[in-house]
């Protein structure tokens, strides 16, 4: 399984990127966006399950969209009215073993329920 994410960059604040993440080698049911500042713990922006939908993070809810290209397995955060407290880099993970159903569990935004990752994309955002 490999995950490359791309789409990264540095942008004003209120400006609008968005990310990908190519998978290949499997087509997962759940994934999710993961970010890491300097200094801090990782945390979940968004999560996206086959049956049971999509779920983000207070800090981004209204501004990104998770979503997905089946067809094309590429997994998407479409990100705006970007912040300066949005910079770190930017993780997409997939859990297997789900059976779609993962964006209502309570663990859906926390890391170590992730068994596969990509290698980051950086998301910088000045003021």
């Known amino acids: 399984v490999q995950l490359m994410e791309s789409g990264g960059g540095s942008v004003q604040a209120g400006g609008s990127l968005r990310l990908s993440c190519a998978a290949s080698?499997?087509?997962?049911?759940?994934m999710a966006w993961f970010r890491q500042a300097p200094g801090k713990e990782r945390e979940g922006v968004a999560v996206i399950a086959r049956i049971d939908g999509t779920r983000y993070a207070d800090t981004v809810k209204g501004r990104f969209t998770i979503s997905r290209d089946n067809a094309k397995n590429t997994l998407y955060l479409q990100m705006n009215s970007l912040k300066p407290e949005d910079t770190a880099m930017y993780y997409c993970a997939a859990r297997p073993r789900t059976g779609g159903r993962c964006a209502t569990s309570s663990d859906a935004l926390q890391s170590d329920a992730y068994n596969y990752w990509g290698q980051g994309t950086q998301v910088t955002v000045s003021s």
């Open positions: 080698g499997y087509s997962y049911s759940c």
